[in-house]
């Protein structure tokens, strides 16, 4: 048959099929737009599952003896992918509360960051890969870089990102040409999100058909198989369709999770912050701001991590930053028992050698060269920040079934990106290398997910590190972010200073 005539066959069938799939599933009382969707459905290759993506800001960077994982034959000179690592190394560990979830974890070491000067500035461009030192010159942060390309409009989110009476450069981490202020309450952004206090969010179709769906019986089922039985190529695509459904219904422990974009959800944590901070009018200069207050900040960075989790298992917002406090903030991170203001007494804590054998010039590299108790608080507090990150997002990514894709759960699908934006809080490390004595110390690099099984993950993704004082071969953090960006999707983001996708870390 010739190849015109062939397509033009397969186009009327295919036309055929769409319409009886049409008139069955609104014979069996599916809504409009859910019959339309099944009906091509029948033509239609099979959906891939959404990704997601979130952006965690930690700052102050890291005390790399409380951080740095725990791995068997460390070559510092070498790049290699580590499989057998311990996130728990002391107890006190920061990644220590990500232990369980290790299959899922990504730490990258011997990365730097561009730019001279090491500071706190860093934060101006340590996601966007530009080499500029001011804070006029544009820039384009690796959320909005993806986000342009999957045509997303990333959500940034702040917990007190900035000082009270404006936005300075210590605040100026997203960028989308201009710096971005995170919106600071997450009561604003869960309205627009789900919808007011006492407005229902609207029907999502996807979630509609969904339902629809898992309510065939099988003798419908069956039905649907034998009307494409005479277009076998158009069967085989719905197929895989046809029978999730009936492995769904098979399964009477598979329960399709409660979707905000058809029921709004309870965030206690939200609406506490709804309650508290009803009324609040910003004085003159930003003062007497509820959102910027230093003893709201547990709770709001609570309440924005409640919004993310929601957030993400919804697809409601695919692209999100957080920005919980900001560079030199300094809280009193009592709470998390570590006293004293987490910039210039918990982060600026000076290491100290361990006692001999350890912490010589030939002593075997690793992080054991450094007395541990020394910056025990600093470790505390940065260790607080991570728990709240697994308690309230990755534990529930990871035991929530998605319902955008069945047979996954949410953080097989998500890809969670946690960085800061120095390496060593006493040092203001931008790069990594060698401490006196023996120690690596690393820019604290982590993805946590599977990006839709685009990741490769478990595993700690090491480069060549040298002494501070020689060249330091580092890779350039663009490559990371590159490598986050094929692994989303967008196959044309670029980014300055980059040079290729990191090795091993894509599938």
């Known amino acids: 048959m010739p190849l015109g005539r062939r397509r033009s066959e397969l186009s009327r069938a295919a036309k055929a099929v769409n319409r009886r799939m049409f008139l069955k599933a609104m ?6 737009p859910a019959a339309m969707r099944l009906s091509r459905m029948a033509t239609a290759q099979a959906a891939k599952p959404p990704k997601r993506l979130v952006v965690m800001y930690i700052p102050h960077g890291t005390a790399p003896e409380h951080f740095n994982p725990k791995i068997a034959g460390v070559d510092p000179l070498a790049t290699a992918n580590y499989t057998q690592f311990d996130l728990d190394q002391t107890n006190i560990s920061i990644l220590g509360p990500l232990q369980p979830y290790k299959q899922y974890v990504n730490v990258y070491q011997g990365i730097q960051y561009p ?8 934060s101006i461009n340590c996601l966007s890969g530009s080499t500029a030192l001011d804070t006029t010159t544009a820039r384009t942060t690796v959320e909005h870089v993806i986000g342009k390309a999957l045509n997303v409009k990333p959500l940034i989110l702040g917990a007190c990102s900035h000082i009270t009476n404006g936005l300075d450069k210590n605040g100026m981490l997203f960028w989308n040409g201009t710096p971005i202020d995170p919106e600071k309450s997450p009561v604003k952004a869960f309205d627009n999100l789900f919808g007011g206090a006492t407005t229902a969010p609207p029907v999502n179709a996807d979630v509609q058909l969904y339902k629809d769906l898992l309510a065939f019986t099988a003798s419908e089922v069956q039905g649907l198989q034998t009307t494409l039985q005479s277009l076998t190529s158009e069967r085989s695509k719905l197929t895989a369709h046809l029978e999730a459904m009936q492995s769904l219904q098979a399964d009477a422990n598979t329960m399709m999770p409660v979707s905000v974009c058809s ?3 309870n965030l206690p944590s939200v609406e506490m912050v709804r309650t508290k901070s009803a009324g609040n009018v910003v004085q003159p200069g930003g003062g007497n701001d509820y959102f910027y207050k230093e003893e709201n900040f547990q709770l709001l960075f609570a309440a924005q991590l409640e919004l993310i989790t929601q957030a ?8 999100i930053g957080l920005m919980p406090m900001y ?9 998390a028992g570590a006293p004293g203001a987490h910039h210039t007494i918990l982060s600026h804590t000076m290491y100290q050698a361990a006692a001999y054998p350890l912490g010589q010039y030939n002593s075997p590299l690793g992080i054991e060269n450094l007395k541990a108790d020394i910056r025990t608080p600093f470790a505390k507090a940065q260790k607080w920040f991570m728990t709240q990150l697994v308690d ?27 960085f800061s934006e120095i390496g060593d809080g006493q040092d203001h490390t931008r790069i990594s290398y060698i401490l006196y ?9 982590i993805t946590i997910g599977k990006c839709g ?10 480069f060549p590190i040298a002494a501070k004082d020689k060249a330091t071969p580092n890779r350039p953090a663009a490559d990371l972010y590159l490598t986050m960006a094929r692994a989303m999707g967008a196959t044309n983001a670029t980014f300055p200073g980059q040079t290729n996708v990191l090795p091993g870390v894509l599938t």
């Open 263 to 265: 029921t709004k959800p």
């Open 312 to 319: 993400i298992i919804c697809n409601a917002a695919p692209i």
């Open 437 to 445: 004595p023996q120690t690596p110390d690393y820019l604290p690099l």
């Open 27 to 32: 014979a069996l009382g599916l809504s409009v």
């Open 392 to 418: 309230k997002v990755v534990s529930k990514l990871a035991t929530t079934d998605d319902p955008a894709a069945p047979g996954t759960k949410v953080l097989d699908n998500t890809l969670i990106y946690l």
């Open 453 to 462: 099984g685009a990741i490769k993950s478990g595993q700690v993704v090491q």
């Open 115 to 122: 730019g001279a000067a090491e500071t706190h500035d860093g």
């Open 327 to 335: 560079p030199t903030a300094e809280f009193d991170f009592g709470f």
